[in-house]
């Protein structure tokens, strides 16, 4: 349910460089039924069970976010709808939309899940979702996802779009992979009322390839598509790191989120936190918080509130994202999939 930013006063979180910290997103599980390329490598060793925050705890910790001035959160992974039972926490967080509580509550998906949970996700006040899709080709779907299979994507793609989810499409940019496809995931998106952003691939964790042979400059991409499409500069922006233009064609929005070539942290409002209950401060670098042990040390929150704002008061300026030859290795070790994007 989106309400009026306007509402949005009281205390807010500033981090050292005056941002205030109003996002949150929560990464529910490092555990996927897919194995992208870019994000994992197939043999994956995922965290211990025994190490997650249960559903409950993860809602006392999004609750004292949300306390301290978060007004958005974001479910993401992993791929959050494999988690068990995760509709109990979507429904828990959900309650809390409204004056004083969220603004907003969403999630990022690769869709599989999606023909199941869709009308809950609405029903609990979910308006909009970010679904991953990086192609329209079934056999390329298969070799980029390594274990999917595009139709049960196109599903629940479908499904959460019949279920009155607005959707904008997630697409990671790939060298000699998808780069062939984006007129058509333009036209596509634009023949089903859907927005898309291209991402461009960000250096962290370990995976089996090469990244340096992935890296697609978004720069180029755009200048390719506009000899396709009239491209009109908006200032809409959702307070993310995406920066969108209108294709004039279909109506729609497009966005580029460019790490690699144009710096997003200057409005930077967010922190990440992991299922195990890791609050990273900024995705890019390696310095965290340790929640859990604050939360599991009292039931009152004194201690995790105290923990929070010491972590916000450490949040970096920015990250420093390099993908070249010479620094073949991740900028930070973590996998996407354990910090959730
Ligand atoms: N499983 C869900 C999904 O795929 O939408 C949510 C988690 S996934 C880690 C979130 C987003 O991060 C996806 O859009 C994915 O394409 C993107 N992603 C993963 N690894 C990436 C990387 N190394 N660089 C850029 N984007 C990445
Ligand atoms: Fe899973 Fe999402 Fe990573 Fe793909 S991008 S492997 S769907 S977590």
Redesign the pocket.
């Known amino acids: 349910m989106l309400l009026k930013e306007g509402y949005r006063l009281g205390a807010n979180m500033r981090d050292p460089f005056g941002r205030a910290i109003t996002y949150l997103r929560i990464s529910v599980t490092d555990r996927?039924d897919?194995r992208?390329v870019?994000?994992m490598a197939e043999e994956m060793t995922f965290l211990p069970k025994a190490e997650l925050l249960t559903l409950e705890e993860l809602e006392r910790v999004a609750a004292a976010f949300i306390r301290l001035g978060v007004r958005k959160i974001r479910l993401?992974?992993?791929?959050?709808l494999v988690r068990r039972n995760v509709m109990s926490l979507v429904n828990a967080l959900g309650s809390r939309i409204g004056p004083g509580g969220l603004s907003e509550l969403t999630l990022?998906?690769?869709g599989t899940q999606l023909t199941r949970y869709a009308q809950d996700l609405f029903a609990a006040g979910v308006r909009r979702i970010?679904?991953?899709l990086?192609t329209l080709d079934p056999v390329r779907f298969a070799a980029i996802t390594r274990w999917g299979k595009l139709e049960k994507t196109l599903e629940g793609i479908f499904a959460a779009k019949a279920a009155g989810l607005a959707i904008k499409i997630?697409t990671?940019a790939l060298k000699g992979t998808n780069e062939d496809e984006f007129d058509r995931l333009i036209a596509w998106c634009g023949e089903h009322g859907f927005d898309l952003c291209l991402?461009?691939?960000?250096?962290?964790g370990e995976i089996d390839q090469d990244r340096t042979n992935q890296y697609l400059p978004l720069s180029l991409v755009r200048a390719r598509l506009s000899r396709t499409w009239t491209l009109e500069e908006t200032d809409y922006r959702t307070g993310g790191p995406a920066r969108y233009v209108v294709v004039k064609e279909t109506g729609r929005r497009l966005g580029f989120i460019t790490p690699m070539t144009h710096n997003f942290c200057e409005s930077c409002n967010r922190v990440r936190l992991t299922c195990t209950g890791t609050l990273y401060m900024c995705l890019g670098q390696d310095d965290a918080a340790d929640l859990r042990t604050p939360l599991r040390a009292s039931s009152d929150d004194g201690l995790l509130e105290a923990a929070i704002r010491e972590a916000i008061s450490r949040k970096p300026r920015g990250h420093d994202f390099v993908i070249d030859r010479r620094r073949n290795r991740p900028a930070v070790a973590r996998h996407?999939?354990l910090t959730?994007?």
């Open positions: 996927c897919l992208c870019y994000c993401t992974g992993g791929e959050p990022t998906t690769n970010n679904v991953s990086d997630n990671v991402i461009e691939t960000m250096p962290m996407m999939s959730g994007g």
